[in-house]
């Protein structure tokens, strides 16, 4: 039992420290390993599998709606990047240059995608002419580089794996739907399948994306009551186009610009997976997303049968789920301890005494509860309680946001409970930059969102007492 404990020893009690936690989590549930690079991270299978999983769902998703992918050049010259001038004010400290190709000096920098929106718009000037080429679907996933001076594993890192969907519409109004689409495509997704619930709504002029008309966000609550942004769609209006010259002819043979959007996930999102369901036992992985759904540990493994009846089961479960066997020499306990830690949703414990009555023991990774099936309907009964299992770990979610969101009517009401409350506080707001600068400058927290779904709090400002005109989700943030 020594070893049994050990492992669990390993990961710092979240209540206790919640930043070690998470580095703890991560390791050892052999999701990242650190890189001699500072600032990357290398993604080991349990980690890459699971962003495997998000990219084939997403993937899917996004072709529904039309979407193809493409694949665009690693890196950007400089003077194509100083075409849009807000962008490049937006990305500048961030920005890694590459200034040698080889031994020799190059004669114009490249810059290292910190994302494509310049190159997606270069190649639209060249295959847009006409409202038949309209519009234009595109999505790719691939890597970008930022240099940031603070890393988290997942959370931000110098480089890290994306999506970035770049489109172009003919009108105004066509790119305002695909923007709103696919933040309705994100929130989906991270309901349905990684059961985080997400506040959707739009950011301030100050928090939105360089060089847009308008940003959206989704906005998770991770488990120390900190906000992650977990995806962002954005409307570019004609900017980029204007910039770009990219115009095409419409039906009266007249020339227009076009209109285009933009929008990304990243494996940021891996992160709040972690800080949503985790526990002090390690990764608490939602059946939808998980790599390995199943782990089937045979206990007393050396006894006649007890083997074969897990592969058999093994290669029966196969057929509609995710499943493996622990057939190591470890301990029944430390296979526990491990499959815990990994986050496998379920696990199913079979020895002698099980054989001899045909069942099996269904394990619960999120309450560890415990059902007693016969062999002869555990592919309905494992299918029963992994979609339970993924309603409630969304319920939980959901409840656990919901007891950690408040309302602010005023300054020091809303001081006290961003100084004392870890979570969202739902305050009216007057619109003007300054008091969202003073809120920051005091207080820590940032707007996180202008939610689609207003609420009257309040009929003045929460930090300036003048006549309010939104509600706005406030929070300290990742």
């Known amino acids: ?17 919640f930043a070690q936690w998470y580095t703890d989590v991560v390791k050892k549930a052999e999701l990242i390993e650190y890189s001699n690079v ?10 890459y599998a699971i962003w495997e999983n998000i990219q084939k769902e997403l993937d899917r998703r ?3 709606t039309g979407v193809e992918n493409v694949y665009m050049p690693l890196f950007i010259p400089e003077s194509l990047l100083q075409r849009e001038k807000d962008h490049v004010e937006g990305f500048a400290p961030e920005v890694a240059w590459v200034t040698h190709g080889g031994m020799e000096p190059l004669q114009e920098r490249l810059c290292v995608r910190p994302t494509s929106e310049t190159l997606f718009c270069d190649m639209y000037s060249n295959i847009i002419q006409s409202y038949r080429d309209l519009p234009k679907l595109y999505n790719q996933w691939c890597s970008v580089v930022r240099w940031e001076k603070t890393t988290r594993p997942f959370l931000r890192s110098m480089e890290f794996l994306w999506q970035e969907g770049h489109t172009a519409h003919a009108t105004e109004e066509e790119a305002e739907e695909r923007t709103i689409q696919m933040l309705n495509v994100y929130a989906d997704f991270c309901e349905q399948i990684l059961a ?6 739009k950011k301030t002029d100050k928090e939105k994306f360089a060089g847009a008309h308008s940003t959206y966000t989704i906005e ?7 906000a992650l942004q977990s995806g962002t769609s954005h409307n570019f209006g004609d900017g980029f186009a204007h910039a770009f010259d990219i115009q095409y002819t419409d ?11 933009s929008w990304g996930m990243s494996t940021r999102i891996i992160g709040a997976v972690i800080m949503v369901h985790g526990d ?16 089937i540990v045979p206990i007393a493994q050396h006894k006649e049968g007890v083997l074969d009846k897990a592969y058999e089961l093994r290669d029966r479960l196969a057929k509609t789920f995710s499943v493996k066997v622990d057939d190591s020499d470890k301990s029944p306990g430390w296979k526990f301890s491990e499959q815990e830690m990994r986050g496998i949703p379920t696990r199913i414990e ?5 054989l001899e009555v045909n069942q099996a023991v269904i394990v619960r990774r999120d309450t560890r509860e415990k059902i007693v099936v016969s062999l002869d309907e555990i592919e309905a009964k494992l299918a029963q309680v992994q979609e339970t299992m993924q309603q409630e770990m969304l319920k939980r979610a959901r409840a656990h946001r919901d007891a950690h969101t408040y309302q602010a009517a005023n300054y020091e009401e809303f001081k006290e409970l961003i100084a004392n409350k870890p979570g969202f506080v739902k305050a009216m707001w007057c619109g003007d930059e300054a008091c969202e600068l003073k809120i920051k400058e005091e207080t820590t927290a940032t707007s996180r969102c202008m939610p689609f779904e207003q609420e009257h709090v309040a009929d003045t400002c929460v930090c300036c007492g003048k006549p309010a005109k939104t509600m706005v989700y406030w929070g300290k943030a990742y």
């Open 1 to 17: 039992m020594a070893k049994e404990k050990k492992l669990v020893e390993a990961i710092t009690s979240m209540e206790e420290d």
């Open 38 to 47: 500072k600032g990357c991270m290398i993604l080991r299978p349990n980690g």
């Open 280 to 295: 002090d036992s390690g990764l608490v992985l939602p059946p939808r997303i998980a790599p390995v759904q199943v782990m």
């Open 350 to 354: 079979i020895g002698p005494k099980d």
């Open 196 to 201: 985080i619930p997400m506040i959707k709504g």
């Open 251 to 261: 039906k009266d043979n007249k020339l227009q610009y076009v209109h285009q959007t």
């Open 220 to 226: 998770a609550l991770m488990h120390d009551g900190k």
């Open 62 to 64: 996004f072709k529904e």
